[in-house]
């Protein structure tokens, strides 16, 4: 059985209050200076020996902690060496703020070409050319820092604060300022050094690693690895680069890995890390040739995702935005920092996510066969429960027998739905619900009419570019606009509908086809895709987005700003759910995320509850059996739902804590899971879901959080006992695969 995982501790408490700045800005005058973030500060420094511009940040409660590092080696190994030899260094001087690779300028050694673009004549190069600080309106600042190179161009960092965020907003512009094309092979988004400032040394078996991996129907699994165990020891004379360059190919930005990265300082509980919001392939880089270790990421550049972008005389190149934050807290505390960044991009959402409404969706009850007698039916039996949202699934368009997808042309079945779907769309909304429609717009697959267009698709190497039975709908061409604007966006808006599951299930990979570099064609067509989103909005006000592909492959910052919700996972009814919904807790909002219970008339009470319960780590969307279900059934789920209403706002709004003692499979889950969420609104709002797995009959666990004593409000338990003592919650589970919901708040 697997050991608890890190236990969770209150993270510092940030302020509000507009934050100190240094009086001037950087400059060769004043080569160091700071601003305060909240709870933590920002320095940028300007080496007085390689001029390099560097960014670090620290917890403001830890400066006391912070070490000088040492300049020279004088180990056994270096003092062993001739005399005439120069000192070897420690430390090569600050990390640039800005990682940069110019075609036109060489690669620097130390082993690194192939492994690494980071060690180059053109950050090398860069020279500080002024730093300016620009108040905000509603608290907070951005700082840009001007970065001029070797050749005509300029670099802008820009880092941003608002008041009361827990981390910073960082991104990287490129402008061409002479006479000549130039062209990028790398460009970061940010870039972070002096890792650990607490150590003087190498930091010896004390920085994890923290990262986050995802295939389909697992998302979000944590993977902390020493650097040792990276293999990412300096050498003995410094002389040679290591490093650990990740990421994802492709136009599924979360399919191997999410976009975050962290650092921990295990001996002093410090976390370091970033999360990049990019829906086109991206990389992180742990990066060391000292002493010290530095973080950066960004778009994949030319040796990972095969990106060269060829920037002409006057242009600017902006990167995807990048979060940065550090806290001296646990993993839980830290990754929501980052996370909670995403609330910025939901303030225009649909007045009723408010309330964050419970879904149906029947793609688990029909089974890509959905009509309208199903779904009143369906309708009929969900009368008393409050379901507010009613989603049609795939199988509403035309195909042909026994074809499992059949999309791109998006003509109705008219032997399912012989007079259309507005009726049932008007139905739905006589009955209270929001119609939602599934549709995979950006694609279209064998068989179909669509399929015959050649003129409009993505190509690789002049070739349509095909994935299994997929073409791609190319986003930068005018036409698709308007052809998906009649096939889509009319279809919703003349029918009635108000909410769209939007699909996507397959990676196009490396790229298509562009003038500069397959990289960049691929990221130009995924601004494409996502500007389609935004006229979605546009043009149809109130419209519920659901951000679907494959289940998780797109929960990324970018994409879920398009959205009010993700479907977590094509997780439907396996076991592990309850475990991959609260993965998620560390990498988007709990509110964005749409987790499923599949409900069986054969359930027992038991069953019932376990699916039910891990919707409460999330968006809660119903399917199964509902036609077939008992009353007795009916009111156990009527119960359940209710009780998610009351808490919802805690779900909307909270900071979560994951207690597990779980084995390594996912398939197979054997242990326990206790989720706490306590309302940042009203402190001292606890909701408590536990789910037990195989082997964990007559097992007893506890949890605990200094300072609160527990008073439960309501609860629903099957298997499971909670009892109350003081500041613990102790747990007495007499069944597998049980599951505990309660609703509690501190006594005074």
Excluded at 260 to 282: K, M, P, R, Y
Excluded at 374 to 398: M, N, Q, S, Y
Aim: overall charge negative.
């Amino acid at each position: 059985m697997a050991s608890n995982e890190h236990t969770p501790q209150s993270s510092e408490a940030s302020t509000s209050s507009n934050s100190a700045l240094s009086p001037e800005p950087l400059s060769t005058q004043n080569p160091i200076v700071e601003y305060r973030c909240g709870d933590f500060t920002v320095t940028y420094i300007l080496d007085p020996e390689t001029s390099a511009v560097g960014l670090r940040l620290l917890p403001t409660s830890k400066a006391g902690s912070v070490v000088k590092a040492r300049k020279h080696l004088l180990t056994p190994e270096i003092l062993a060496q001739p005399d005439h030899l120069q000192p070897f260094l420690a430390s090569h001087g600050e990390t640039s703020l800005i990682q940069i690779k110019l075609m036109e300028d060489n690669t620097c050694g130390g082993f690194s070409a192939g492994r690494t673009m980071r060690f180059n004549e053109t950050v090398n190069a860069l020279r500080l050319d002024c730093q300016e600080v620009h108040m905000l309106p509603k608290g907070g600042f951005r700082i840009q820092t001007k970065l001029r190179g070797s050749r005509n161009f300029v670099c802008m960092h820009v880092l941003s604060y608002q008041s009361g965020d827990d981390a910073v907003t960082v991104y990287t512009e490129f402008t061409n300022t002479g006479e000549d094309i130039l062209s990028l092979e790398m460009l970061s988004s940010f870039a972070l050094g002096h890792l650990s400032p607490f150590d003087g040394e190498e930091s010896k078996e004390r920085l994890n690693v923290h990262r986050f991996r995802s295939n389909w129907s697992a998302e979000g699994r944590h993977d902390a690895v020493l650097l040792e165990d990276m293999h990412l020891e300096r050498s003995w004379s410094c002389a040679s680069v290591v490093n650990e360059r990740f990421g994802q190919v492709g136009s599924m930005p979360v399919r191997g890995f999410f976009p975050f990265v962290a650092i921990e300082d295990t001996s002093e509980g410090v976390f370091w890390g970033a999360q990049l919001a990019c829906a086109s392939s991206w990389q992180m880089e742990v990066y060391r040739k000292d002493d010290k270790v530095s973080l950066s990421g960004g778009l994949a550049d030319r040796e990972f995702g095969h990106w060269i972008k060829r920037v002409v005389p006057g242009e600017t190149f902006v990167t995807p935005h990048a979060w940065l934050s550090t806290a001296a807290s646990g993993l839980d505390s830290f990754c929501q920092r980052l996370t909670r960044m995403q609330s910025h991009a939901l303030d225009n959402l649909p007045s009723i996510e408010e309330n964050l409404p419970i879904l149906f969706n029947e793609y688990c009850s029909t089974w890509n066969k959905p009509n309208p007698e199903h779904i009143r039916k369906t309708v009929e039996c969900l009368k008393g429960l409050p379901i507010r949202v009613f989603v049609i699934d795939d199988g509403w368009t035309a195909r042909p027998d026994n074809a499992f997808q059949f999309n791109g042309d998006w003509e109705i079945a008219t032997y399912a739905f012989p007079e259309g779907l507005k009726p049932v769309s008007q139905f739905l909304k006589d009955n209270g619900m929001v119609a939602g429609l599934w549709f995979e717009f950006e694609i279209c697959t064998e068989g179909t009419e669509a399929f015959k267009i050649n003129d409009h698709k993505l190509r690789r190497d002049g070739r349509i570019l095909q994935v299994g039975t997929r073409h791609f709908w190319d986003f930068n061409d005018p036409w698709t606009f308007e052809y998906l604007t009649n096939k889509v966006i009319n279809r919703l808006r003349d029918d009635g509908f108000g909410y769209i599951k939007i699909d996507y299930n397959d990676n196009i990979g490396l790229g298509c086809d562009h003038p500069d570099s397959l990289g960049e064609g691929l990221r130009h067509h995924i601004q494409g895709v996502q500007r389609f989103f935004a006229k979605l909005r546009e043009e149809i006000p109130g419209l519920i987005i659901e951000n679907c592909a494959s289940g998780g492959h797109r929960l990324e910052p970018s994409m879920m700003g398009l959205a009010s919700m993700a479907s977590f996972s094509d997780a439907h009814e396996t076991p592990d759910i309850p475990i991959i919904a609260a993965n998620l807790h560390r990498l988007i909002l709990p509110r964005q995320s749409q987790i499923w219970a599949v409900l069986r008339k054969q359930d027992s009470d038991r069953r019932l509850l376990y699916s039910l319960a891990a919707c409460f780590l999330g968006r809660a969307c119903l399917s199964g059996d509902m036609i077939s279900m008992s009353s007795q059934q009916m009111h156990l789920i009527g119960d359940i739902l209710n009780l998610y209403e009351e808490i919802s706002y805690i779900i909307k709004d909270g900071e979560t804590y994951i207690y597990r003692d779980i084995n390594k499979s996912y398939r197979s889950p054997e242990g326990w899971q206790v989720i706490l969420r306590e309302s940042r609104q009203n402190p001292g709002h606890w909701l408590v879901v536990a789910h037990t797995f195989a082997k964990s009959a007559g097992a007893e666990f506890s949890i605990s959080l200094s300072g609160t004593s527990w008073q439960l409000v309501k609860s629903n338990s099957t298997g499971i006992k909670a009892q109350p003592q003081e500041s613990n919650l102790h747990f007495i589970c007499s069944e597998e695969f049980s599951a505990y919901i309660g609703y509690y708040q501190s006594k005074a």
